[in-house]
Structures are given as C-alpha cells and as structure tokens.
C-alpha cells in the first residue's frame, strides 16, 4: 500500500492499459480517478476499484473543467487511439485529433495538476507512449508524431519538476494484448487468409525478439513501481516493454 494517501488521475481507463494501471494503482492504495470519453466504462472501472468516474473527451481542450478540483499526486496520460494511412490519404482532421488527445491533453492535464504537485513536493507522471515513439513504422504519421511529442513533453516536465519532487516518465509498450490489437490481428488476418498466431509473429512483431502480445498487467506493474518510493530517482527516461524491437 505504498501509495496509500495519494490520488492518481489515469486517462483512458475505461479499458485496456488504462483500465489495469488504474487497478494497479488502486492495489498500492491510491485513490483514481478513471477518466474516460466512455461513460458506461468509466463508471465500471471506477466502481470496481472503489475510485471515481470522470467521463470527459480529451480532444475537447475544455476536459480540464470536468477534473476534479482536489489535488492530484499522480498522472498517468494513457488515453489515445489509432488510425492507420498512407500520409497523402491521411485525413487532416483525424490527424489533428491524435495530436489533440494524445500530445495537447496531456499538456493540459500537466499545466493543471503541476502547481499543486510544485506546492506539495510531491509528484509523478507516467506517460504510456509506444515502441513507436521511439521507431517509425509506415502508414502510422499521426500516433508516430503524437508519441514523439508526448516523449518530448515528458522530458521538459522532468526537468522543469524535479526541483519540486515531481518525476516524469515514458512508458514505452510494443503491441498490448487489448480490444483495438485483438481487432487488428483478426482483420489482418482475414486480409492475409493466414492464422492469426502468423500475424502477432510475422506481422506486427516482425521486429521484435520475443514473439507475443504484452498483457495489459504487465505495462500496469512497471507505472505502479514508477509511482512508488522505487521510482524516486526515475525521470526524463523512456522505458521500453517491447520485446527487443528497440534493440535492433
């Protein structure tokens, strides 16, 4: 119960990676509250780990007002989505909307919950970035693009916070066993008219060493080790979970 007395603000913790982080986090004590644009899913992780639901759009820079005013300890910027183009049939718009929730947002959320954190010497962010925001893969401009920044702005809370106690990270997971990839593999392999165990290794974890799915629970241990008394001296770094592709 490290983190008992804190509050942490996960987004996108309806599902996924941001549903696990905030039962994660919950375990270490601390209180959540589970944002997400889904209100039916935000309310059930929140009922589930006994936190609170906040149902807010991120690509809405007015979210900020729907946060609760109490002091936040802990960020963990997870929200984000996909969308997959050549860049010359890539829509402007969806474009701008991958930046808005996954760079610009998170900025917000920062801007926020930074003075508070500054004031009471204490502070963590977590950043779920991606394997692609340290490698480019074709058809992916935007979420490449997002990540890349969301790295940068993570460095630049790291420095400007850690006179005030306050930690920044990214986390960096290859391909996580959630709803959208287990959409993706049965598409890809429908397209291919191949098993889908062929696409998971000789598709999309062509570059990887180890040939599997990260499960959700595992990108979530390492954000609770990171917001712990362990992860003090963690910050302005990006920490890989993608099974040696970054190694290549």
């Known amino acids: 119960m490290?983190?008992?007395?804190?509050?942490?603000?996960?987004?996108?913790?309806?599902?996924?990676?941001?549903?696990?982080?905030?039962?994660?986090?919950?375990?270490?004590?601390?209180?959540?509250?589970?944002?997400?644009?889904n209100p039916e899913a935000a309310e059930a992780t929140a009922k589930e780990i006994h936190g609170q639901a906040v149902t807010a759009d991120l690509s809405d820079p007015g979210f900020v007002e729907r946060i609760p005013d109490e002091p936040i300890d802990i960020v963990v910027n997870n929200a984000g989505f996909q969308h997959v183009a050549p860049i010359e049939d890539f829509p402007p718009e969806i474009f701008a909307r991958i930046l808005k929730v996954m760079v610009e947002a998170p900025f917000l959320i920062a801007r926020h919950t930074l003075p508070g954190m500054y004031a009471r010497g204490w502070g963590r962010?977590?950043?779920?970035?991606?394997?692609?925001?340290?490698?480019?893969?074709?058809?992916?401009s935007a979420y490449v693009a997002a990540k890349h920044a969301l790295e940068g702005l993570s460095k630049v809370i790291a420095l400007e916070g850690a006179e005030h106690g306050v930690t920044s990270t990214c986390v960096n997971p290859a391909y996580?066993?959630?709803?959208?990839?287990?959409?993706?593999?049965?598409?890809?392999?429908?397209?291919?008219?191949?098993?889908?165990?062929?696409?998971?290794?000789?598709?999309?974890?062509?570059?990887?060493?180890?040939?599997?799915?990260?499960?959700?629970?595992?990108?979530?241990?390492?954000?609770?080790?990171?917001?712990?008394?362990?992860?003090?001296f963690i910050t302005g770094v990006s920490l890989p979970i993608d099974g040696g592709w970054s190694a290549r």
């Not at 942490?8 to 589970?34: M, N, Y």
């Open 2 to 37: 490290e983190l008992t007395g804190r509050t942490a603000l996960v987004t996108g913790a309806g599902s996924g990676i941001g549903r696990a982080c905030a039962v994660r986090l919950a375990e270490q004590g601390a209180r959540v509250l589970a944002v997400d644009m």
């Open 125 to 140: 962010f977590v950043n779920i970035s991606s394997v692609h925001g340290l490698r480019a893969s074709p058809y992916k």
């Open 176 to 232: 996580v066993r959630t709803a959208l990839v287990e959409a993706q593999i049965a598409d890809q392999a429908r397209s291919h008219g191949i098993p889908e165990s062929e696409v998971v290794e000789d598709i999309m974890l062509r570059p990887a060493a180890v040939k599997r799915l990260i499960e959700p629970e595992e990108v979530a241990d390492l954000v609770a080790y990171l917001c712990g008394p362990s992860g003090s």
